[in-house]
């Protein structure tokens, strides 16, 4: 049964680096086979894509983060990360971690809300 | 930035049959958009109900389907059961990209 977790602080400061791990249980991350995504959810409002990540190191970014964003692989504790730097007020969301497969996404975290707030 | 429109909110009686749609900006919804639906509840992570047009997953239950239609996407929900009522996405693909829609409130009422 393949599950996902986000963990990271729950509050960021103005300006400063948003930073998320998602710990995978039940797949690999090293297969080839699947992508590890991040998405997220503004409150009340709908789900954007933040892009994903291929253990060969492909990587494909939302245009519109791509300039503050980086996505990586840590196959020794089978965990994915999101780094967004520079983060503002509009940055505060629900972050959801979930596995890609094929053309689908077919498993998700339960999401973790960061609030970008002094 | 490509954008995916899908109807803000839905009304649809107990039993009853209802379409939702998912349009790109760039033109034609087409099967190379591999479209994906899924659907959230309140407090909930979304799940995946359907993926490449029309495949539903394991556990998605047989009244939901999904299909192109008048060159849109378009998510099915037949004998609809008061527990459908959620927000809907769809998700398109486009080359290495995707971009979910704005999301559909379906009301069962």
């Known amino acids: 049964q393949v599950q996902l977790q986000e963990s990271g602080p729950g509050l960021v400061k103005p300006s400063q680096t948003l930073s998320l791990s998602c710990t995978v249980s039940?797949?690999?991350?090293?297969?080839?086979?699947?992508?590890w995504i991040w998405v997220r959810q503004p409150p009340g409002k709908g789900l954007e894509w933040i892009g994903y990540?291929?253990?060969?190191?492909?990587?494909s970014y939302n245009p519109s983060l791509k300039s503050r964003l980086s996505i990586s692989l840590d196959t020794s504790k089978n965990q994915f990360s999101l780094n967004l730097n520079s983060v503002t007020a509009a940055d505060t969301a629900v972050y959801y971690c979930?596995?890609?497969?094929?053309?689908?996404?077919?498993?998700w975290g339960q999401g973790t809300l960061v609030t970008a707030s002094s | 930035q490509t954008v995916v429109t899908q109807e803000p909110s839905l009304t649809v009686s107990p039993g009853g049959t209802v379409t939702l749609t998912c349009a790109s900006s760039?033109?034609?919804?087409?099967?190379?958009?591999?479209p994906n639906w899924f659907q959230q509840k309140p407090g909930q992570a979304p799940r995946a109900l359907i993926y490449?047009?029309?495949n539903r997953h394991s556990w998605t239950p047989a009244r939901f389907s999904g299909s192109l239609l008048g060159g849109k996407a378009a998510l099915t929900l037949s004998g609809v059961q008061p527990e459908d009522e959620a927000d809907y996405y769809c998700?398109?693909?486009f080359g290495g990209g995707r971009v979910f829609g704005g999301g559909t409130k379906l009301t069962v009422l």
């Open positions: 979930a596995r890609g497969s094929g053309r689908t996404v077919d498993h």
């Open positions: 490449t047009t029309s």
């Open positions: 039940g797949a690999s991350i090293s297969s080839g086979v699947y992508y």
């Open positions: 998700l398109l693909y």
């Open positions: 760039t033109g034609e919804v087409t099967s190379g958009n591999y």
């Open positions: 990540m291929y253990y060969s190191g492909y990587t």
